[in-house]
Nanobody
């Protein structure tokens, strides 16, 4: 079993920045992808940004050029969010997808962009 612990999030004005972090409880010896999804009220959960165990990144079109996913070690990933817009308001969920055992999710953290 793997636990994901998220931090960051909060209230920010349009144009502002926030950083989310997600730490997994242990190293994963197989191929995996880690990243962030978000869900706004009344909408489906959508992918925001992913980074694979090999370092390949993927972004939703709506956040390209504004959000950056990175990791400082193999257990923690960060999502730097700049130029935030009201439509970025959502609950952000950390996700770990392990090729052999499936999906793990964090508890979610609220991001609200409002003046």
């Amino acid at each position: 079993q793997v636990q994901l612990v998220e931090s960051g999030g909060g209230l920010v004005q349009p144009g502002g920045s926030l950083r989310l972090s997600c730490a997994k409880s242990r190293s994963i010896p197989t191929e995996y992808t880690m990243g962030w999804y978000r869900q706004a009220p009344g909408k489906q959960r959508e992918m925001v940004a992913l980074i694979s165990s090999s370092g390949r990144t993927d972004y939703a079109d709506s956040v390209k050029g504004r959000f950056t996913i990175s990791r400082t070690n193999f257990n923690t990933v960060f999502l730097e969010m700049n130029s935030l817009k009201p439509e970025d308001t959502a609950v952000y969920y950390c996700n770990l997808r392990v090729k052999t055992t499936g999906d793990y999710w964090g508890q979610g953290t609220q991001v609200t962009v409002s003046s």
